[in-house]
């Protein structure tokens, strides 16, 4: 390398908060996030599909080419976005794993993706029980995916105590980055600095570029890469640093800056012509810089947080939206009620799994090698077992180790960095706890009383969402049980039609036969059977009633099904309901794209209570309610001008005849006669 070239790194941090549903394995719609189903796939759009695509323009204006940015970005991307990337993002995931080996080729075996800690927790806040779990469930993801062991690991929140440091260099991590005000004394020239963990071990530590970091997230050089360029390395620069680095968070590009992503390509492409610069990353600088003075920790600290890691267990002022009035006094008992969960759930684990695995913790440590495969669960699960591999033993030995999923990913950070406890993110770490709750057995009545109790001291900014007791038990806790709501899903897509992928809910294999449906959820081979009758009455809400032994029936209908099974069940009914109220012509309008299947039902509808000033019969109230079932499932009301015109032709009607239409006038909104 020229004496007088610079080395220059960027760090992008890409996480979102995972969004599925614990009991679903599914992520459900997100009406925050439209016009797309959900925050993930929004931002996949937005962000990270643009990452691994970056337009780089000729001076026409044209594409000059496409660029994946990340071949020349260090970056880290959390495991369980990445988990989510693979399954609903096939070609952004395949990107990113792309970019990783061509940085690893163009660097000489150092690949520009380090590791996360599995959950996005805040290290400094867990037990060294918990840290190590997350940092070993973190690597073993990063190898299963990116073939290689990481040297690097990016900390959530860049959040770091000494505990966390001395984890990290137990378990064989080379470097961390954090920001300059985590450290007491900046190493000189850019260079890693070096942290002294206990056992003499060490571990580097860069410390990115605060003034130019925060420009890029939140000041102006993502409008200008010619101007970002000069900041980084300015011509003529007199100054000695070898590197200099920036961190920031990924969604920057295109996410929180549209066309970001197009700055970020532009400025690669600015650095790629300059023979003073060399665009490499950390661990490729680190083998040629190992570090030769010692750093000082400010601890705790993180990189989102004047006050350390305050923000994430009190009201300590650090919010999203500093010029409201909003409190967030409700973190410190949200904090409190989860971490007395986590300490009663672990000791359910200890008692139960002590009983079927040979040594519970080093099982759970484990676990993230076998975690995402359904035969790697249960062979790692046989393999520790302390009795015979009968599947009883194995099933609940698997629900104690998911129970202890539940009671990592409840502290993920998310659910106290916004402002207000009944955000989408709090919400969700709550599922957690209450589907860690269902997990623990005997105990979940009292856990759940206990939880519930605490959670009352939590209050919302909203005074209609109340306390974290209300959300709990109003948003949180399945009215009924899931498995109920997934068979009735089951059958009434199959009833219509549905092939069994299209009738599926994630989380579980389903089996069918006469009047029963018999559930096996795939993370733990938990068999559930019901029993299962369909009602697809003309003229009555389609109808799944499901029975358990020793349990009533429970009825459902369209609306509490999940919503995968449910969008086919809606539209299977369309069809139906088109195929019987719609003439032959105006099926036919629609099908060759003369009129829209909404606007076709609506004027078959005005035309159906237009007739009703000459045929009063039971078929022509059944026509008008079949359209409005229609019209509604296609996600609209009842037209104000159709309510009118209805009501004014009842008015004339005889008493009698207004009682006969009384069902129909109820289905279109009207309340009951006096």
């Not at 991307?77 to 163009?106: F, N, Q």
């Not at 520009?112 to 029980?129: E, K």
């Not at 770091?160 to 080379?174: Q, R, S």
Request: glycine share 6%; hydrophobic share 45%.
């Amino acid at each position: 390398m020229s004496a007088h070239q610079r080395s220059v790194v960027i760090h992008g941090h890409f996480y979102q908060p995972p969004r599925e549903n614990p009991w679903l394995d599914e992520v459900e719609a997100e009406a925050s996030a439209a016009p797309f189903h959900d925050w993930n796939e929004r931002i996949e759009r937005e962000c990270y599909r643009a990452v691994v695509a970056a337009r780089v323009l000729a001076p026409d204006g044209r594409i000059a080419r496409i660029v994946n940015t990340l071949a020349w970005l260090s970056f880290d991307i959390g495991p369980t976005l990445l988990g989510w990337l693979e399954r609903a993002a096939p070609d952004t995931y395949a990107a990113i794993l792309a970019a990783d080996r061509r940085s690893t080729e163009r660097l000489g075996g150092y690949g520009n993706a380090i590791a996360m800690p599995y959950h996005h927790t805040i290290l400094p806040l867990s037990s060294r029980r918990d840290k190590v779990t997350e940092v070993r469930w973190g690597l073993a993801d990063f190898r299963r995916r990116f073939g290689r062991a990481p040297q690097g690991m990016w900390l959530p929140e860049a959040a770091v105590d000494h505990e966390t440091l001395d984890v990290l260099a137990h378990e064989g991590i080379a470097f961390t980055i954090l920001g300059p005000t985590q450290v007491e004394r900046l190493p000189a020239g850019g260079r890693p600095g070096r942290y002294r963990a206990t056992g003499g071990r060490e571990l580097a530590v860069f410390v990115y570029d605060g003034p130019i970091s925060h420009d890029v997230a939140f000041g102006p050089l993502m409008r200008d890469a010619a101007a970002w360029l000069e900041r980084l390395v300015p011509r003529g620069a007199s100054d000695d640093r070898s590197l200099i680095s920036l961190a920031t968070d990924g969604e920057t590009y295109g996410h929180h800056h549209r066309f970001g992503e197009m700055a970020l390509a532009a400025l690669l492409d600015g650095l790629a012509r300059r023979p003073d610069v060399r665009v490499e990353n950390y661990a490729s600088f680190l083998a040629r810089h190992p570090p030769t003075e010692d750093i000082t920790l400010v601890a705790p600290s993180s990189w989102s947080c004047a006050h350390g890691v305050e923000r994430w267990r009190a009201d300590c002022g650090c919010k999203v939206a500093p010029d409201t009035s909003t409190q967030q006094r409700w973190r410190a008992p949200l904090r409190e009620a989860l971490e007395w969960l986590a300490h009663e759930l672990a000791l359910v684990f200890e008692a139960d799994a002590s009983e079927l695995l040979q040594d519970p913790w080093a099982a759970r440590d484990a676990y993230g090698n076998a975690m995402h495969a359904e035969p790697e669960r249960s062979r790692f699960v046989d393999g520790r077992l302390t009795h015979p591999a009968d599947h009883a033993h194995r099933t609940r030995a698997l629900e104690l180790l998911e129970m202890q999923r539940d009671a990592l990913r409840m502290f993920t950070s998310c659910g106290w960095f916004f402002d207000d406890l009944a955000g989408l993110e709090p919400l969700q770490v709550l599922r957690y706890a209450a589907h860690g709750i269902e997990l623990s057995g005997p105990a979940a009545d009292r856990l759940e009383a206990g939880i519930v109790e605490r959670l009352a001291a939590a209050v919302s900014n909203d005074a209609q969402a109340g306390t974290g007791r209300d959300l709990y038990l109003r948003r949180v806790k399945p009215a009924t049980p899931v498995t109920a709501r997934v068979a009735a899903a089951y059958a009434a897509a199959r009833a219509l039609g549905a092939s069994h992928d299209e009738a599926s809910v994630a989380a579980y294999e389903v089996h069918a036969d006469d009047g029963g449906v018999t559930l096996v959820h795939r993370r733990t081979g938990r068999r559930t059977s019901l029993r299962v009758a369909v009602d697809r009455r003309e003229g009555a809400p389609l109808t799944a009633t499901v029975t358990a032994d020793g349990a009533g029936p429970l009825a459902f209908t369209v609306d509490h099904l999940p919503e995968r099974p449910r969008r086919f069940v809606v539209r299977a009914l369309r069809a139906v309901l088109a195929e019987r109220w719609l003439s032959p012509e105006e099926r036919a309008a629609v099908a060759r794209g003369e009129q829209g299947l909404e606007d076709a039902t609506r004027v078959a509808l005005e035309r159906a209570v237009a007739a009703l000033e000459q045929d009063v019969s039971d078929e022509a109230a059944a026509r008008i309610a079949g359209l409005a079932d229609l019209l509604e499932l296609l996600g609209r009301w009842v037209p104000f001008d159709i309510q009118t015109r209805f009501d004014r032709l009842r008015q004339t009607m005889p008493a009698d005849r207004r009682r006969a239409l009384a069902a129909l006038a109820h289905r279109l909104g009207f309340a009951p006669d006096a």
